[in-house]
């Protein structure tokens, strides 16, 4: 049967959103093959199937799962054998929790951080107006007011992150000697700043950087 | 065997610490019937059989075991056949995160908002200036103008506890179904307010408020 991640495309084919990101590394760690499925932010009508406009969806067969937290659990529950994306259910119900913390206090950091790189470098041209009007919209001000590419705005997420640098410096991963889907909604957001900026918008050095190099590696084949 | 664990005491023989109160719930969690000793800032002697200077301690017959996440995984180790504070390897590491989470990002805020009333209110008289000191050496400033008890710092303090008050909104205990450690630790923090300030530093209704009430009723005895 084949399973499909429908993802948020930018310029020159970038895949950015950290949502997707997520998705597409739970897929990757339960060994999933999937065809990875493009869509613009203009693109709404391709996915007009999911009864929603938001991406990550999956399509699994018949079945057609949106959220990238529902997508995550979805996969736990119909894919048992394979490797585990959380542990127990504590496990599951604190990743859940690292996963809101992530969405409600540090993506706003992220967010000042970047994005006015993400409209300037990667949305796709058909989309900039589409873009720039539903953000204003969020943030109350222009996006280039609201992301002033400060040094400060940088220092904010690097504080924010201060506990995640202490625990991966004692140990590889977040949830302590192997990877589960805790990394991958960080490294959502680490690849959402890394595709997007020119800036290091994550530290340059130290736990975080060498834990990224970790996950960056994790699927990638030998020949 | 007798337990004991050695608490910070403050006027009135109030336990205020957050970090001594992770370990009393921690016992309570494991049925492990412990005697509580009090130990004021001036009392070092008291402890010096631990060979450093902070409460909690647990004394489990010969074994002494200090600092309050070790104590906590120094239980889960050795009483397996009681309640799991913890859950599985992953739902431990992650608990370790939130622990740290806690510590590095909340009490800050936290102590902005009631170190100003620690020192007034519970802070027994001949450690006050003891207390003074020591904590005016790691703010930099006066205790007085670090916490000014004002409105603001309690909206911060909201704010960060954000994603816990959309967890509490939709599942019963941090962990999911049943209490965990991860309960405990944030419990800790909100037993440190609730008894040091006349003010509501805790939201006072919600989410939180609910779940707080939940944790105080775990433990008592049915009459």
Redesign the interface.
């Known amino acids: 049967m084949t399973v499909i991640l429908y993802e948020l495309q930018g310029k020159k084919d970038v895949r950015f959103s950290p949502y997707c990101w997520r998705s597409r590394m739970a897929l990757q760690h339960k060994c999933i093959n999937a065809e990875y499925e493009p869509v613009l932010f203009s693109q709404k009508e391709k996915i007009r199937f999911s009864k929603q406009t938001l991406v990550p969806i999956l399509q699994d067969g018949n079945q057609v799962i949106t959220d990238s937290w529902n997508i995550a659990c979805y996969l736990e529950k119909e894919y048992p054998e394979k490797p585990?994306l959380?542990?127990?259910?504590?496990?599951?119900?604190?990743?859940?929790?690292?996963n809101?913390?992530m969405?409600?206090?540090i993506h706003p950091l992220l967010a000042k951080c970047i994005m006015a790189d993400v409209l300037e470098y990667v949305v796709a041209d058909r989309d900039k107006e589409y873009f720039r009007k539903s953000r204003e919209k969020r943030f109350g001000v222009s996006i280039e007011k609201y992301s002033t590419r400060s040094v400060e705005d940088i220092e904010n997420l690097h504080h924010?992150l201060?506990?995640?640098s202490?625990?991966l410096k004692n140990?590889p991963?977040?949830?302590?000697?192997s990877p589960?889907y805790?990394d991958y909604i960080l490294f959502g957001s680490y690849k959402f700043a890394l595709l997007t900026s020119p800036r290091n918008i994550f530290p340059a050095d130290g736990p975080i950087m060498d834990w990224a190099n970790r996950i960056s590696n994790l699927f990638i084949k030998e020949l």
Chains 1, 2 share one sequence.
Request: aromatic share 16%; proline share 0%.
């Open positions: 585990t959380f542990g127990d259910k504590y496990a599951q119900s604190l990743t859940k929790q690292f809101l913390w969405d409600i206090s924010g201060k506990s995640i202490v625990t140990q991963y977040i949830a302590g000697e589960s805790a």
